[in-house]
């Protein structure tokens, strides 16, 4: 057997907070919308992980996902310009990253990252 791809699932009724986020701030596309789900997604390949932590590193909390961008300035410029507070960072992390935690409409907690 052979994992071809993992799918977060996140409870909500509110579908258009949803877009804002994932869509307006992070850039995904939507590959399916049926009106009571819609997933976001990438054309491009990405790696896939699953992750099991006690910490979220540097003392923080475990995030529910961790979301690897191009260039983490822009994206704290978007946060910021979509009144998206930030709850940790922007940090330089001693195992190689550049990171900062939103939370999505949701509660749920995004690790935003890039490797330096």
Do not use: C
């Not at 907690?109 to 490797?115: D, P, T």
Request: aromatic share 8%; charged share 30%.
């Amino acid at each position: 057997m052979k994992v071809r791809r993992i799918v977060t699932n996140i409870d909500s009724k509110d579908l258009e907070k949803a877009e804002a986020f994932y869509g307006k701030f992070l850039g995904l596309d939507i590959l399916m919308d049926h009106g009571w789900i819609k997933t976001f997604g990438s054309s491009e390949k990405m790696t896939l992980q699953v992750s099991v932590a006690s910490e979220g590193g540097s003392g923080t909390a475990v995030p529910d996902l961790s979301i690897e961008v191009d260039d983490l300035s822009a994206a704290l410029r978007k946060a910021k310009e979509l009144g998206i507070s930030v709850e940790y960072g922007p940090e330089s992390e001693p195992w190689g990253v550049r990171r900062f935690y939103v939370r999505d409409p949701f509660g749920k907690l995004i690790n935003v990252l890039q490797h330096h």
